[in-house]
């Protein structure tokens, strides 16, 4: 079973800083999502990648197959980006669902 | 166009109860995936159907079941609640079984 471990579990900061999520895992996948959830609970899904950088305006994710790490970047980040980030993977054989990291809680402050 | 809908938004039930809860898929997606996410845990894999077969089981017990319909909307059952069962359900639709997944606001489960 795949282990998602994600870094920092929690970050504060200014409006305005380039923000940085890591996430790594443990077994080889086929796809790593990156998902946004705002307080509720409803999940928005950000990225959906397989290798290589995808850019959707000010979110950029990037992941390295080899090293079983990916990266979310938040540029010039504003409150409205404050939500809880989660990674999660797809394993590269079968239907069995994501496997999720606990998320990071983003807090970006005026 | 209506996204991943599920319902009931809230709902609270005792112990031993038992408990349905309902999605309905983005139209055109034909799989459907169940999660539950407790309280500061990140979501956790239960059932995914596929053109009304089950296509894959996370570890739950046998407590917990699921369908899918003709229309490919999904229900989710629990059988003899637990306190442990308290949480948010979270139902996504997918085109495919790998194609990126759209989720549902959720239904938020308490077991008193």
């Known amino acids: 079973k795949n282990e998602v471990e994600q870094s920092p579990q929690n970050l504060t900061a200014q409006e305005g800083e380039f923000i940085t999520i890591n996430c790594s895992y443990s077994?080889?996948?086929?796809?790593l999502h990156w998902l946004q959830q705002h307080p509720g609970g409803g999940i928005v899904s950000l990225f959906m990648?397989?290798?290589g950088k995808k850019k959707h305006g000010r979110l950029i994710a990037t992941i390295n197959i080899q090293e079983k790490h990916s990266s979310l970047h938040i540029t010039a980040s504003h409150p409205r980006d404050s939500a809880v980030y989660i990674c999660?993977?797809?394993?590269?054989?079968?239907?069995?669902?994501?496997?999720f990291g606990k998320g990071t809680h983003l807090i970006i402050q005026p | 166009d209506a996204g991943v809908t599920q319902s009931p938004t809230h709902l609270i039930k005792t112990r031993g109860q038992q408990v349905t809860l309902r999605c309905s898929p983005i139209?055109?997606?034909?799989?459907v995936s169940w999660y539950q996410q407790v309280l500061g845990q990140g979501p956790q894999f239960i059932f995914q159907?596929?053109?009304?077969?089950?296509?894959g089981r996370g570890n739950f017990p046998d407590r917990f079941s699921a369908r899918q319909f003709p229309n490919y909307s999904s229900e989710l059952n629990v059988n003899a609640l637990l306190l442990g069962d308290s949480a948010l359900y979270l139902c996504?639709?997918?085109?495919?079984?790998?194609?990126?997944?759209?989720f549902g606001d959720g239904t938020r489960l308490s077991i008193l």
């Open positions: 999660a993977v797809r394993e590269g054989g079968g239907a069995d669902g994501l496997t």
């Open positions: 996504a639709s997918s085109l495919e079984v790998r194609t990126p997944q759209h």
């Open positions: 077994v080889g996948i086929s796809a």
């Open positions: 159907y596929y053109e009304k077969e089950e296509r």
């Open positions: 139209s055109g997606h034909k799989s």
């Open positions: 990648l397989s290798s």
